[in-house]
């Protein structure tokens, strides 16, 4: 990783070299200085099942339900899979076929081959859904999986992370969000977390894992100047509306020591404000 500090000078910091440093910027917040560059491992995967199942909005409490029963009963590493209600706005860029209408969609990638992949989301597909996407791809594809415009749009969007989630919570989901809610937001989504996002490898960072069940990301519509349309953020009228049920974890959460280090490490190399008495260490 290369990195930029308040003193101006660039470096290069790794396992090997300003070892503090580099396990403070991977995940003790902010303020260390403004990263340039960095370096990362790649692994071949030609190709990956993946896709997305497609279910009348209605059906949302059934395959929602059956969703986190497949998620919360164990899946390996290798699949990550999302469940979401989508209520597409009228706008001319969506397709006809989404355009001003509302779905459950339930998407998912598995790195394998086609036979693996369509074993583990077969209790989805035995559901019947109006339409599957699914077939092997180049990893590439996975860009368009969410159906996210590619132009920039009038939108917010919030996130949290939902623990100790049951069918309690699926229900708080569908009061929220799901047919007969309130909800005018575009997407309400659930993603599962896990794999290496549950493992702290040795030479871990700051924040080496994310402790949940899922992560809960709405995202809203900001139709006047201001957000004071049907956004998820602040100003925005639904943000309550679809609260999740679980503790709210930041991913800036750090314990005890890790938050004295990260300090510490910060005013290494950090000025302090004028007037402000000079610390080193400690």
């Known amino acids: 990783m290369e990195i930029v500090t308040a003193d101006g000078e660039l ?18 917040g902010g ?53 979401r209600v989508y209520q597409f706005p009228p706008l001319p860029i969506l397709p006809e076929f989404l355009r001003g209408k509302s779905f459950t969609v339930v998407q998912a990638a ?3 081959n086609e036979r693996d992949g369509a074993d583990l989301i077969r209790p ?32 917010a969007s919030a996130s949290r992370v939902v623990s100790n989630a049951s069918h309690a919570t699926i229900d708080a989901f569908l009061d929220s969000a799901g047919p007969g809610s309130p909800s005018q937001l575009a997407s309400v989504e659930l993603r599962s977390i896990g794999g290496a996002l549950a493992r702290r490898p040795e030479g871990a960072g700051a924040l080496a894992t994310i402790k949940g069940d899922y992560v809960m990301f709405v995202v809203g519509r900001r139709d006047e100047p201001g957000g004071q349309g049907r956004g998820p953020g602040p100003g925005g009228r639904h943000r309550d ?24 490490l910060r005013r290494g190399h950090v000025p302090a404000p004028p007037g402000a008495p000079h610390r080193v260490g400690p």
Not at 42 to 65: C, D, K, N, S, Y
Not at 126 to 152: K, N
Not at 257 to 263: D, G, L, M, T
């Open 11 to 28: 470096r290069r910091i790794d396992h090997d070299t300003e070892t503090d440093l580099f396990w403070a910027v991977r995940g003790g």
């Open 31 to 83: 303020n260390y200085g403004v990263v340039t560059a960095l370096e990362f491992e790649l692994f071949p995967a030609p190709e990956i099942h993946a896709g997305a199942l497609f279910f009348p909005f209605e059906r949302a409490p059934e395959v929602m339900h059956a969703w986190h029963e497949l998620v919360s009963a164990g899946l390996p590493q290798e699949i990550t899979t999302i469940a």
């Open 110 to 112: 598995c790195l394998g």
């Open 124 to 155: 989805l597909t035995e559901l019947g859904p109006d339409m599957s996407t699914f077939g092997m791809v180049e990893p590439a594809a996975l860009g368009h999986l969410g159906m996210d415009p590619e132009d920039p749009l009038p939108a």
């Open 241 to 264: 509306g679809a609260r999740p049920v679980g503790r709210r974890r930041s991913l800036r959460e750090l314990r005890g020591a890790r938050r004295r280090r990260s300090a510490v």
